[in-house]
């Protein structure tokens, strides 16, 4: 069987928050606030959320999805690494994603926060390798605006 290229995609989202950028640097680097907009959700369980916000830090996301998803039972693991923080400024953070056992891509996800007026300009840059059977540069980029909406909801709180 002939292996498939890895699937190389950049995107970005922009995002404006009526907030501060310390409040939005802080739901990235405060564990229990990420976990919220990040690590939980409807369709999976959180089964583990190791977060240790510091340059060369690791963070580990493990979920495992409900009855009625799309992939019921099975575990999905995101395990990272801080490669920069620049407090209320810049996080920056290497991926990889792994469905069961299987590792199906990796990623450079890069945040800016840019003040504004009363709010932040929060800019998401997204650097993507996709390996054979991944979810694809477009469920991702779903992926990330659904989560940058969770934090919007997050913020308003």
Do not use: C
């Not at 640097?25 to 959180?46: I, N």
């Not at 995101?78 to 990889?96: C, E, G, K, Q």
């Amino acid at each position: 069987m002939e292996t498939q290229p890895v699937t190389h995609n950049t995107f970005v989202i922009e995002r404006t928050y009526s907030t501060t950028p310390e409040r939005v640097f802080a739901a990235l680097a405060d564990p229990a606030k990420k976990r919220r907009w990040f690590a939980e959700g409807q369709t999976h369980a959180v089964e583990q959320f190791e977060m240790d916000f510091r340059v060369g830090g690791t963070e580990r996301v493990q979920s495992r999805f409900k009855a009625g998803s799309p992939f019921p039972g099975v575990t999905l693991t995101n395990d990272s690494i801080y490669l920069d923080i620049v407090p209320v400024r810049r996080v920056v953070i290497s991926s990889t994603m792994a469905l069961g056992d299987k590792r199906f891509s990796a990623s450079l996800a890069t945040f800016e926060l840019v003040p504004k007026e009363n709010a932040t300009n929060l800019i998401f840059t997204h650097q993507g390798a996709f390996f054979e059977g991944a979810d694809g540069p477009e469920i991702r980029k779903a992926g990330w605006t659904s989560l940058l909406n969770r934090l919007s909801e997050a913020l308003a709180e």
